[in-house]
């Protein structure tokens, strides 16, 4: 039976065919195949299937292609190689001193060595988990001056002589890491430009593990969305795809976070194109997700109302230990309950994230809470409770500081009109002038969540029968337009 060797090539993720045209490029015949492989995932639609036949590519090629590529995956396998660290790091723990382990010690000078090599070659430090290495190397510098195997010592003080900066990089850059953590735990990230400065030095410096790396440029990014800065977003997203692909180590667990990371990111500086290529590989990757909390690609399939992949995200737990659910992730949860029309479980959810607004001092979890909320309270036709709730006092002045981040609370200001037009208290003509004002996509500043959001909310008036003017019209034809893409990742809701 033939290998279908176009299916092996769209099972790779576009992180793959960068790590693969990085790595295994080395013969005039491999280069051909991964140059046309990659020109397909970036000229044409990420769901159309790519054919060796269409580019001229004979079935040989394409067979030693696939070959090497396997290969070369199993070969470097972060997965694997941290699973036999891990078995070293146990038998260190559990062997008695005076045994002497001469297998065990070869070969882990020889894994460390080999990194040495990749780490020279890519200018980076090669190993995903730079904690673990440092402790291994620190227990084989014991072992051997123990038992005096003073030929290996020597091996093992040169390669700890080399380490010794990225250790120490990556040591300085984790506290740095956990005192930002902690900093913004409550997600203000306002006031992340107090602290940008330290954060891009310690993120451009590549003696450091890759998990650090991602994790700084999560503020990085986050930084330059809240301040609309997209051309210096760009580059991280750029910078950082190159640092991945250019590792030794391919980390399939760890793509599978970062096509989300990259799908968000994209979006946000309005490269639809780019950023589909990314959702298309995070909807097939079979990878389960476990790098990180799923909040942030929770949040993603869900503004993009794709319930089907959501699902996938919702954390496993019984429903009488709510209480030990991330705070931030209950209203992600309601939604997705609400939009999966299961509402007994959204009102649920709901509930105990509104109990958590006076606790959590976040615009980000007041505005995805309250969004939420109206949404579900509309639905239920409870319109005089949406106007209640907005019109207190306390409620309003977090929803004024709420929109120092532009239109990110826009559902909660439309909900609110709606329902004043439900409940007969502002005439037609005023409706409309309003949402004039509050719906305005023209902006390059608009996200396209947002667009998505505007263009669903417009979708509700139609369905009211509510008549929209020209300027509207107008402006709910260019919202189709705009996310006419996005609109066919989404589930019907």
Sequence with gaps: MKTNLNKFINSLSYLDILYINNNIGSSSERIDVIKKVKYHRENEPPDKPFKYQDYNLDRKSVSRFKFYSEKYFENHSWESLHIKLKDFARKFVTKNVSELDPELNKELIHILETGKKYCINSKQFCFHNSTIVRFLLNSLLKDLRHHNDFKNLEIALDLDE??????????????????????????????????????????????????????????????????????????????LINHITNNPY??????????????????????????????HDLKKDNTEFKVGSPLYILG???????????????????????????????????????????????????????????????????????????????????????IDLYENITFKLRHISSQKIGDYNFEIRFYYLLAKYCLDTIPL?????????????????????????????????????????????????????????????????
């Design 250 to 279: 391919r980390n399939t667990r760890l793509n599978a976070f970062i096509n989300n990371f990259f799908f968000n990111d994209y979006l946000f500086i309005d490269e639809i194109e780019e950023a589909l290529n990314y959702y």
């Design 162 to 239: 080399f380490y010794k900066p990225y250790f120490e990089n990556h040591e300085k850059c984790e506290r740095f890491y956990s005192r930002i953590k902690l900093k913004y735990q409550t997600r203000k990230w306002e006031e992340l430009d107090h602290d940008i400065e330290e954060i891009v030095k310690h993120y451009q410096n590549n003696k450091q593990d890759i998990l650090n790396k991602i994790n700084l440029s999560g503020l990085v990014t986050t930084y330059y969305q809240f301040y609309k800065k997209n051309s210096d977003q760009k580059l991280i997203i750029e910078e």
């Design 429 to 493: 003509n005023s409706l409309i002038n309003k949402l004039s004002k509050l719906i305005i996509p023209i902006s390059q500043e608009t996200h396209a969540f947002t667009k998505l959001k505007m263009k669903k909310s417009l979708d509700i008036l139609t369905n009211l029968n509510i008549p929209l003017d020209e300027q509207l019209s107008d402006r709910y034809n260019k919202l189709r337009k705009d996310v006419l893409v996005l609109e066919k990742l989404s589930a019907q809701v």
């Design 300 to 386: 993603v399939t869900l503004n993009l109302y794709d319930t089907g992949s959501a699902k996938r995200f919702i954390p496993k737990h019984k429903v009488d230990e709510i209480d030990k659910v991330e705070d931030f992730i209950l209203p992600y949860i309601a939604k997705y309950y609400h939009l999966s029309h299961k509402q007994e479980m959204a009102n649920l959810y709901i509930e105990h994230a509104l109990k958590k607004i006076k606790k959590v001092d976040s615009i980000v979890y007041f505005v995805e809470t309250y969004s939420t909320y109206y949404m579900m309270l509309f639905r239920s036709k409870k319109y005089q409770e949406i």
